[in-house]
């Protein structure tokens, strides 16, 4: 299989296995591109996730983006792209056509509260394994302190503190090299 081939492939069963959006794709992307293809590192990962919540627009889509603009340049980023967009497109149309028929069923409502409670432990795991590959030291537990505050009780758009943290690293790292 083409390499193209490859990057449309994942992303499409990236797509298709996660519900809950961007993070919860982060477990699949450790065991696939990291572990089984070693088209990036986990600390690359990382980096690709907290750019894509930087640019506008969907985490899923703008990491897939990333990733495969690492692996094969442009041709990559549109395998990604399509690859992570094609199964919601397909779901969607499904449910367009049969919502209706489907919604009132109590097995229906059961199912979508199972799906909440488990892409919660997804978001959980990544935000575990997040938190282990970026905060190395007492510095950066201080920004994710503050960055926790400013994310849970001001009104604000998530851009600012996280520019706010990468001025605040970039000034840091600056600073320990003059000492």
Same mark, same amino acid.
């Given at each position: 299989?083409?390499?193209?081939?490859?990057?449309?492939?994942? =992303?499409? &069963?990236?797509?298709?296995?996660?519900?809950?959006?961007?993070?919860?794709?982060?477990?699949?992307?450790?065991?696939?591109?990291?572990?089984?293809?070693?088209?990036?590192?986990?600390?690359?990962?990382?980096?690709?996730?907290?750019?894509?919540?930087?640019?506008?627009?969907?985490?899923?889509?703008?990491?897939?983006?990333?990733?495969?603009?690492? %692996?094969?340049?442009?041709?990559?980023?549109?395998?990604?792209?399509?690859?992570i967009a /094609?199964?919601?497109?397909i779901?969607?149309?499904?449910?367009?056509? =049969?919502? !209706?028929n489907?919604?009132?069923?109590?097995?229906?409502?059961?199912?979508?509260?199972?799906?909440?409670?488990? %892409?919660?432990?997804?978001?959980?795991?990544?935000?575990? &394994?997040?938190? &282990?590959?970026?905060? &190395?030291?007492?510095? /950066?537990?201080?920004?994710?302190?503050?960055?926790?505050?400013?994310?849970?009780?001001?009104?604000?758009?998530?851009?600012?503190?996280?520019?706010?943290?990468?001025?605040t690293?970039?000034?840091?790292?600056?600073e320990?090299? !003059?000492?």
């Amino acid at each position: 299989m083409s390499d193209l081939a490859k990057i449309f492939m994942i =992303f499409f &069963k990236i797509g298709t296995l996660t519900f809950g959006g961007g993070y919860t794709m982060l477990p699949i992307l450790q065991r696939d591109i990291v572990q089984k293809l070693g088209w990036a590192t986990g600390e690359e990962i990382i980096d690709f996730y907290a750019i894509s919540q930087s640019l506008p627009g969907i985490v899923a889509a703008n990491t897939s983006m990333l990733i495969g603009y690492k %692996v094969k340049r442009i041709p990559g980023l549109l395998a990604a792209v399509f690859g992570i967009a /094609c199964p919601s497109l397909i779901i969607i149309l499904l449910i367009a056509i =049969f919502i !209706r028929n489907f919604l009132d069923l109590e097995i229906i409502r059961h199912a979508f509260n199972g799906i909440r409670v488990a %892409v919660s432990a997804l978001i959980a795991d990544a935000a575990i &394994k997040m938190w &282990k590959g970026c905060v &190395k030291d007492s510095v /950066c537990v201080v920004i994710f302190l503050i960055a926790l505050a400013v994310f849970t009780f001001a009104d604000i758009s998530p851009i600012i503190p996280v520019v706010a943290g990468a001025l605040t690293g970039v000034a840091l790292k600056r600073e320990r090299g !003059r000492l």
